[in-house]
């Protein structure tokens, strides 16, 4: 009757265990949270890190400038563009590591905002090392550098006209091949065609209507003053060229105020430029910008400004 | 009467193991919460010290890149240390690049024989005057700023027109991160 052969417990035992499952698990949760947290840090820091090196990626006097940023491991760039915050929008950059062996990617870092860069490139780029090509843009004056970023994308040059292959040769980047005809483009590489509809293009550039197709979305670019927004309208994506083209001309708008006031200046001390009216009408239609269709209509005025600016004596920039 | 007693002896003990057991576990709670206070706060100087030091690298390399931008470079001639006075001048007023570089402190100055003798410049006394402060923000903490020397060009009138290039420094301190 008395030999029931039952593990007995006492209520001290039942509390110890309980109380301490919950502070080994208590434990757990936590350690996890500051593991993630320490990686978000340590991502977001990357994404900092990203945005200072690459204003040494930018050009000063160079007409376009080629480097290489190196991480210690595997990651992922996400770059995004806002035109609607503040007087200039900007340049969002976020990154994801990914530890050796892990399959898993880390939680996206927190957003690193940029107003001064201007990045064309695909959305999110993979791998452990980032070319950075930039070129200046102007229109007609500098208005700023553009980057473009590649990471493990290539692409081919199909037919491109003997300028373009030209400056293309003279940028010694690997990325691009050119080639003259599609079929000895290599297999992953995107294809860019130059007067072409062969539906085997990735990418068809019309130097003619000054557009380029990709993803069945069309894109316009000016190349009167430079090259910097065909190039622009290839590497990225319809909806980040349109952002970054509003952003531009944003900045645009900004410069062509400054130099506005800058012809008072020098009218003051008897230098008259008489660009008044031009610099006038840019500006107003620097502020109506709502898409790259308007970028024909815009450079009108600024080749005006561009030819007037070359008669002065002294001139405005 | 002894079993009561013995059974009233007993509950007390067990009372006493478990008022003992929580007292443990309270002091085990507040030793962890004062272990992760003590990991967060090394941890979030550690990340102010960290972000401040992105801060001063990005600092030195934007003083360069500050001077190459559009809104300051002198576009007449290849120089990459030339700076437009006059383009300067406008900016000082213009609220819409308070944010735009990133920094708390930005001033160019001319280097002049009698350097204590330093005046900003206005609209009265431009361009017989040193100082150009573009942003120096209320209440920032600012450290030793970064500097570069650079040349300040303008266009002169008189004597049929010429390049006036006098020699300068432009300072600049990131924006701290609070």
Same mark, same amino acid.
């Given at each position: 009757m008395k030999n029931k052969k039952a593990l007995e417990f006492s209520f001290g035992w039942i509390f110890a265990i309980l109380a301490g499952a919950f502070i080994i698990l208590l434990a757990v949760i936590i350690s996890q949270r500051l593991i993630a947290t320490e990686k978000k840090a340590g991502d977001t820091m990357l994404a900092k890190e990203v945005g200072i090196s690459l204003i040494s990626s930018e +050009?000063? =006097?160079? #007409?376009s400038k080629l480097s290489k940023i190196n991480f210690q491991t595997e990651t992922r760039f996400f770059f995004d563009c806002n035109s609607? @915050?503040?007087p200039f929008g900007e340049q969002r950059i976020k990154t994801s590591t990914k530890m050796p062996g892990n399959k898993q990617w880390n939680n996206e870092s927190f957003e690193q905002k940029f107003p001064d860069k201007y990045i064309f490139s695909s959305r999110t780029i993979e791998g452990k090392t980032l070319t950075v090509f930039s070129k200046p843009f102007n229109f007609p004056y500098k208005i700023a550098d553009l980057l473009f970023i590649f990471g493990n994308e290539t692409y081919c040059f199909v037919n491109p006209p003997p300028a373009i292959e030209y400056e293309i040769s003279s940028?010694? =980047?690997? =990325?691009i091949n050119i080639s003259d005809a599609i079929e000895n483009c290599q297999r992953n590489s995107k294809k860019v065609c130059f007067y072409s509809s062969n539906p085997k293009c990735d990418i068809k550039v019309d130097l003619d209507a000054k557009s380029v197709e990709k993803d069945s979305k069309k894109v316009y670019f000016e190349d009167y003053f430079d090259t910097s927004l065909l190039y622009a309208s290839i590497f990225s994506d319809a909806i980040n060229y349109e952002c970054q083209l509003k952003r531009l001309m944003k900045r645009n708008y900004q410069l062509t105020s400054l130099y506005l006031e800058k012809t008072n200046l020098l009218s003051s001390i008897g230098c008259n430029s008489g660009l008044t009216g031009e610099l006038n009408i840019l500006k107003t239609k620097l502020n109506d910008f709502s898409s790259s269709l308007e970028i024909r209509r815009i450079s009108q005025s600024a080749k005006e400004i561009e030819y007037a600016n070359k008669q002065l004596s002294c001139p405005l920039y | 009467m002894q079993t009561n007693s013995f059974r009233a002896l007993f509950i007390k003990k067990s009372q006493l193991q478990i008022q003992q057991m929580a007292f443990v576990l309270v002091a085990l709670m507040i030793l962890f919460g004062l272990i992760l206070v003590s990991y967060t706060s090394i941890k979030i100087s550690q990340l102010n010290k960290e972000a401040n030091r992105l801060g001063e690298e990005q600092a030195t390399e934007m003083v360069k890149k500050i001077v190459s931008s559009p809104e300051f470079i002198?576009?007449? #001639? #290849? &120089?990459? =240390? &030339?700076?437009?006075m006059d383009k300067v001048f406008i900016l000082k007023n213009r609220s819409e690049y308070r944010d735009f570089w990133n920094v708390d402190f930005l001033i160019i100055e001319k280097i002049t @024989?009698?350097?204590?003798n330093r005046t900003e410049c206005n609209l009265l006394n431009y361009p017989n005057c040193?100082?150009? +402060?573009?942003i120096k923000k209320d209440n920032a903490d600012i450290g030793i700023p970064k500097g570069a020397f650079v040349s300040l060009c303008r266009h002169e009138n008189d004597r049929d027109g010429y390049t006036r290039c006098e020699l300068g420094k432009i300072y600049a301190y990131p924006k701290k991160i609070k």
């Open positions: +050009t000063a =006097l160079e #007409s609607v @915050k503040g940028f010694s =980047l690997r =990325l | 002198w576009a007449y #001639s #290849s &120089c990459s =240390l &030339c700076i437009d @024989k009698d350097q204590r040193t100082t150009i +402060t573009l």
